[in-house]
């Protein structure tokens, strides 16, 4: 409908401005309506000139106080915080400020124009506080105080917006729903979940009985619902929430739904860390396949969805599984960043680490390592922590290597090799204690590693363990991260 009104209302635009003129009212409302069509088809560039000129007509003809004028001033604000530059947030700041001052003064506090601004306004705050902005308003009132966060400012407007929305529409109404799950977010960021908790399940509670349990508001609600459960790692209560959101979803929006891939990948990471590993295994591979096919193998979300894979294979000790995906993360990054970036040596050295943990893959982990090692010693120096890290791994792997070749030539047999703590002869030839080893805590003779061949225990050599042992839980990118619901702005 929208790529039918845009010429409608642009030929709508050039015949009043030629028959009425430029700063006609009726003019005016056709450049307003015409910039909004524009805004709402992500055209942002043709969408500003429009509001600019429609604001500085108004702003003569009308004056400032003018309903007209502080639509325009609030379409613009607007604009300028969905641009999302810093310096077009600050610019919004400003404009919705005065907004809010004036629709007040002219409208009243209760006018759902006036609560309307100011809910763009907070929404504006709420996303400064999450990138760690600063607000630039000089207002005197005392949401603006400078001695306020973003966030806190955000939270003042929430509630008045809650309190007279509650008081003007009711407190099932759309509007005033949408006014409590924003607060609920405020909260939720600044880390209250208990005040932020109630409002999402009241929140939720009413769509489910205005709008019905499967309207994609409702199913916001209860996403953010859940997702506050597993950010307060009360996993048994997000568990089946997240799944009921999920099917809701993938209903709604289909499986490539950017929300339903969101969704799949967060239930795997419940699942996950809940050790329902057969689970999250099925629900990481099946995220994986959707983002490879939606995004391509390169991108930054197929490169994640991979590594979540190869994290729970590892988990599982399923190494054979975890190399493939580490190679493949490898060869992404080089392609996107080139062989020298330091997120191509991340990947380097995790897959290093891995190959030796497979065992029996010590050619191509030395190979790696060693790759690896000259990058880093170029790129960072030969003092830098990474570096002497990936130093020592090598090391680690060169010997366990020459063991390994020694061992099947005196033996004939096969072998595999493990870390083990605390060898002594009272321990049987076949038993060996594994674990993983921090080495900022330990001297160079306190890491030994045995190697067993056929059941037989040969002699232990002293090594230093040249790395740290990974998370035992992997943080998904999706951690903590909650639906903020936008503003309808109406023509």
């Known amino acids: 409908m929208l790529t039918q009104a845009e010429p409608l209302l642009a030929e ?35 969408a500003e000139p429009l509001f600019l000129d429609c ?21 613009l604000g607007s604009l300028y915080k969905e641009k999302g530059s810093a310096v077009e947030r ?21 006018h759902p124009n006036t609560l309307m601004t100011m809910e763009t306004l907070a929404m504006l705050l709420q996303s400064q506080g999450n990138t760690g902005g600063t607000s630039t308003s000089s207002s005197s009132n005392v949401v ?36 409590m799950n924003n607060l609920a977010v405020v909260y939720q960021t600044q880390g209250d979940h208990d005040q ?17 349990p499967t309207n994609a508001q409702t199913v916001s609600a209860l996403t953010n619902l859940a997702m506050l459960y597993k950010v307060k790692g009360d996993y048994a209560q997000a568990e089946p929430l997240l799944f009921q959101c999920y099917v809701q979803r993938k209903m709604l929006s289909g499986p490539t739904h950017a929300e339903t891939m969101q969704l799949l990948s967060v239930l795997a990471l419940v699942y996950y860390q809940q050790g329902e590993l057969p689970r999250a ?18 991108h930054a979300q197929t490169l994640q969805a991979m590594s979540d894979l190869a994290i729970l294979y590892e988990e599982q000790k399923k190494f ?7 190679e493949e993360i490898l060869q992404q990054k080089k392609l996107s960043f080139g062989v020298n970036h330091r997120e191509t040596l991340s990947a380097m050295y995790t897959l290093g680490i891995v190959l030796r943990s497979a065992g029996k893959q010590w050619v191509r982990a030395e190979e790696v390592l060693t790759e690896c090692l000259a990058q880093q010693k170029t790129l960072l120096g030969i003092q830098h922590a990474d570096t002497i890290r990936t130093d020592r791994l090598l090391q680690v792997v060169k010997v366990e290597r020459e063991k390994e070749a020694k061992a099947i030539a005196a033996q004939g047999g096969k072998k595999k090799v493990v870390v083990a703590k605390n060898v002594s002869s009272n321990v049987p030839p076949t038993t060996t204690t594994s674990t993983t080893v921090d080495t900022t805590s330990l001297s160079p003779t306190t890491v030994t590693v045995t190697t067993v061949v056929e059941g037989q225990s040969v002699d232990a050599v002293t090594l230093v363990e040249a790395f740290s042992p990974r998370p035992a839980e992997k943080k998904s990118h999706v951690e903590g991260e909650m639906v903020m619901e936008n503003v309808e702005n109406a023509l």
């Open 144 to 179: 603006n105080k400078p001695t306020l966060s973003p966030l806190q400012r955000a939270e003042a407007l929430f509630k008045d917006c809650l309190h007279h929305r509650s008081i003007v529409l009711g407190t099932d109404h759309p509007h005033t729903l949408r006014a």
């Open 55 to 75: 604001l500085a007509q108004r702003k003569e003809s009308l004056g400032i106080n003018h309903p007209d004028t502080l639509q325009s001033l609030h379409n």
């Open 320 to 326: 054979t599984d975890a190399v493939p995906l580490h």
């Open 196 to 212: 932020a908790l109630p409002l999402l399940r009241e929140c939720y509670e009413q769509r489910k009985r205005v709008l019905g």
């Open 90 to 110: 600050e610019k919004a700041e400003k404009l919705l400020t005065e907004c809010l001052d004036h629709r007040k003064i002219v409208l009243g506090v209760s």
């Open 12 to 46: 709508c635009l050039a015949m009043r401005r030629q028959v009425l003129g430029r700063t006609n009212a009726q003019t005016l409302t056709s450049m307003n309506n015409l910039a909004m069509v524009y805004q709402e088809q992500k055209n942002l560039v043709k």
């Open 281 to 298: 295994e099925a629900m990481f591979a099946e995220s994986l396949a959707l983002k490879r096919e939606q995004f391509g193998p390169s």
